[in-house]
């Protein structure tokens, strides 16, 4: 990256304010001790190419922040992604914890009303709040990461692409479509459970572009070899990360892991296969189920435009 080429940073998802762009290519995020660790170790593992290179930590404004590659700085206006993987987005502690200290929320409570009114029983209703271990769970059964073991969080696309005519969701999947300067921005894939719903925003993030389907397959299944070889993922409960997708009107794909807060290591000499299905106590977060469920998807995407041409 050259000191003249502006420098970007797109978020779809996530905490505002949780990053600033550095120099150079590089990435400030707001300091997290389970992130730090997860990146010094995975800077030693077979799966570094899938991860942003890791600088260390550094300070803006008296906060800490690790730093890291921006993976968006090679692409031109890129479109971006990001799917949640894995069949649950909370740790077993935290389950756990809710468990031993039950305790009705009523912001969880708000939360569930505005995404579903019909969703709390007639005693959360009276009480107006839930338990944290019913909302999480709830929460998960709703999108695609308890059927598919991943979902989409939300996509952007670029200006250059979003001028174009792109496929509609269908009423039942209700998108949140925001303009944004750098492009058109979908979000809340909340109540986003079908195989026929996820292809349907897949299909409109590559703009039926057969060519990035296929970069983008290449790109996972080469990625899932490396979880296969990698020590750090079978020894690691990995929750709450996504893959970050990115593209740009060159037909340049890239994906990469991100968001390593709520990975934990297992106590020795544990390890997972990710496949498994999750009961509480076995640690399985169903990482390797959703990414072939993933590979398997854009394959059927990629054979049905090959047999309609």
């Known amino acids: 990256m050259t000191h003249t080429k502006p420098q970007q940073w797109l978020q779809v998802v996530g905490h505002a304010g949780n990053f600033h762009v550095g120099e150079f290519g590089r990435l400030l995020k707001r300091f997290c001790l389970r992130e730090q660790q997860c990146y010094q170790r995975l800077m030693d593992d077979c799966l570094r190419p899938f991860v942003p290179t890791y600088y260390g930590v550094v300070q803006r404004d008296q906060l800490d922040y690790n730093m890291m590659d921006n993976l968006l ?4 206006s890129p479109s971006i992604m990001d799917c949640k993987m894995g069949s649950r987005t909370y740790l077993e502690e935290e389950l756990q914890t809710a468990q031993e200290r039950p305790q009705p929320r009523r912001d969880m409570f708000q939360k569930m009303v505005a995404v579903d009114p019909a969703a709390p029983t007639e005693q959360e209703r009276e009480q107006q709040a839930v338990l944290k271990t019913r909302y999480m769970q709830w929460r998960e059964s ?32 209700r998108w949140t479509v925001l303009q944004k300067s750098s492009g058109e921005c979908h979000t809340n894939f909340k109540k986003t459970r079908s195989r026929e719903q996820v292809m349907a925003a897949l299909e409109a993030f590559v703009d039926s572009s057969s060519s990035l389907v296929q970069g983008y397959l290449k790109r996972l299944e080469h990625l899932r070899q490396a979880l296969e070889e990698s020590r750090f993922f079978r020894t690691h409960e990995v929750v709450g990360s996504s893959l970050l997708f990115v593209h ?19 106590p020795p000499p544990g390890t997972l296969d990710h496949r498994t299905p999750w009961v509480q106590g076995n640690h399985e977060d169903g990482y390797l189920w959703g990414l072939d469920n993933l590979i ?10 090959t047999s309609k041409t």
């Not at 700085?73 to 031109?76: A, L, V, Y």
């Not at 398997?296 to 435009?305: E, F, G, N, V």
């Open 73 to 76: 700085t090679f692409f031109n």
């Open 248 to 266: 740009d009107w060159t037909g340049r794909t890239g994906v990469w892991m991100i968001d390593f807060g709520k990975t934990v290591p297992l």
């Open 296 to 305: 398997d998807l854009l394959t059927d995407m990629l054979q049905l435009k």
């Open 142 to 173: 709703l999108s695609s990461t308890t059927t598919l073991g991943f979902r989409v969080e939300g996509f952007r696309v670029s200006c250059s692409r979003s001028r174009q005519t792109w496929p509609r969701p269908p009423p039942d999947n």
